[in-house]
């Protein structure tokens, strides 16, 4: 079973603006509150999977501005390792600005900036897989996604990859399809929602794109869909496992998939569990953070099995 995850992509700053529904196109909205929070797809994962007991360590490149400053001292304070958190410069740390909506929806606006995506396979030394029990990344950047993969493949580390946006946006904050390729052949596990598979395969149906998905690249460990309100997919070799979302009503769903991938890896790969009770396990984390406000969550495996029991799915 795992003890330490090593996890290399987006991390940033988050404002996060409250509000009734989104507006329509040229519409008007009352922002309720806002507030500056750390967030990142990669670090938010890692910090729900640091809270239920695994221990977790960040790679990623941010920049010397406020934001850098800001990000890497949230890091420490939700007990996420930093020694491997690069400054770069004169750099600008990746930021967002998240629309969030009493109903759950939200949507992201991201400023790249110019560090994260500006860390390259020969600045990471070998030696920082040492200790390392399974490697996680979402393709931020692409290059060292897949020199990493390809160095874990080597010392027998599993290698968890998500496309955790879609893949047109992936191509525009600067990878290629070939490191996206790469990477895919490389996983021992792929996660990625609806439109990640849908976009990649060129399939409409997101059971039959994530059925292809797997079938091109054959992950050891299978692939799993994350499908919002209709629960998460897992296939693997000659079965399919479902596992349906809990009836909750949401407050803000910012960071419920990373969550959702924090505790489905601590589930599985720490805690042995099988692909439907990780599932259920996931699923419950991901609904947790619906109940609540910003990007991330903190919950002890024991506050998730009480939800669980309260909330019968």
Known sequence: MIKKVLGMGASAMDTVISCPFLPKEDGFQVVEHEEILP??????????????????????????????????????????????????????????????????????????????????????????????????????????????????????????????????????????????????????????????????????????????????YHPYFGAVCTAGDTGAIWIQENRTINAKAYAITPIDSTGAGDSFLGALIYAYFAEGQTPSDALNFASAVGAMKCLRFGPRIKVTPDEVKAFMAEHQQ
């Open 39 to 216: 967030g990142g797809s990669c670090a938010n994962m890692l910090v729900a999977l640091n809270a239920l007991g695994t221990k977790s360590c960040l790679l990623a490149k941010i920049g010397d501005d406020e934001c850098g400053k800001l990000f890497r001292n949230t890091l420490r304070a939700d007990g996420i390792d930093d020694d491997l958190l690069i400054t770069k410069p004169g750099g600008t740390t990746l930021h967002t600005y998240i629309l969030a909506a009493a109903d759950g929806q939200h949507c992201i606006f991201v400023n790249i900036g110019d560090s994260l995506m500006d860390l390259h396979p020969e600045e990471i030394d070998d030696a920082i897989l040492d200790g390392v029990d399974l490697f996680y990344a979402d393709f931020f950047p692409g290059a060292a996604t897949v020199a990493m993969a390809k160095r874990c493949r080597e010392k027998g580390i599993p290698v968890v990859l998500c496309m955790q946006c879609t893949p047109s946006f992936m191509r525009r904050a600067g990878n290629t399809d070939e490191e996206i390729d790469a990477g895919l052949s490389l996983a021992d596990l792929i996660i990625s929602g609806r439109d990640g598979y849908c976009e990649w395969s060129g399939i409409s149906d997101y059971h039959q794109a994530l059925k292809a998905v797997y079938d091109q």
